[in-house]
């Protein structure tokens, strides 16, 4: 009977410190994600700036070298550009596609809708360009939630978990 109640126990352990890693994590991933965005947004603006491609067709080429929760947001909305135009079709892939951005990342994100497709050359690309600033922005701020926030997570977990066990034994 001891030793069933230890194991109960170290479950309870190690299922709070599962859950206090599963909520650091989010952190982690939204910088990737805004990092991957700003590799993204670039190779799009080398590309509509030097091939003179077609917005879907780029879309899907970055799909596929990006991969991850940003390229089904690209793919999606190369996607749904067969019905929508380029801006809506954006939009409705930010929100569709499961993705770790926060409200302000994505209202950044947002705003390329405005001019994909349907301004010239020059205009598209300085849209791409205050977008890529506005997520340097929030690419810091990501940074700095991780560090003060991941490990505080981390050792939530933990300490929930080995409270519970203290109170249980």
């Known amino acids: 009977m001891l030793i069933f109640k230890l194991f109960i126990l170290i479950l309870i352990v190690i299922a709070s410190s599962a859950i206090g890693i599963l909520f650091s994590k989010k952190y982690f991933n939204r910088e990737k994600e805004i990092k991957e965005m700003k590799t993204a947004l670039n190779m799009f603006a080398t590309k ?4 003179y491609e077609p917005i879907p067709n780029l879309f899907m080429e970055i799909a596929n070298k990006i991969g991850g929760n940003v390229g089904n947001i690209f793919e999606f909305a190369a996607n749904k550009m067969k019905e929508e135009t380029a801006g809506n ?3 409705t892939a930010l929100k ?3 993705h770790s951005f926060n409200v302000e990342d994505q209202a950044v994100l947002k705003n390329l809708s405005k001019m994909l497709g349907q301004t010239d050359l020059e205009g598209q690309l300085s849209e791409i360009e205050i977008v890529n600033q506005f997520l340097t922005s929030q690419l810091e701020n990501a940074g700095e ?3 003060k926030n991941e490990k505080m997570y981390r050792t939530l977990g933990l300490v929930a978990g080995l409270t519970i066990a203290i109170i249980l034994i």
């Open 96 to 98: 569709e596609v499961p």
């Open 48 to 51: 509509i700036k030097f091939t």
């Open 145 to 147: 939630e991780r560090r």
């Open 89 to 91: 079709a954006w939009e």
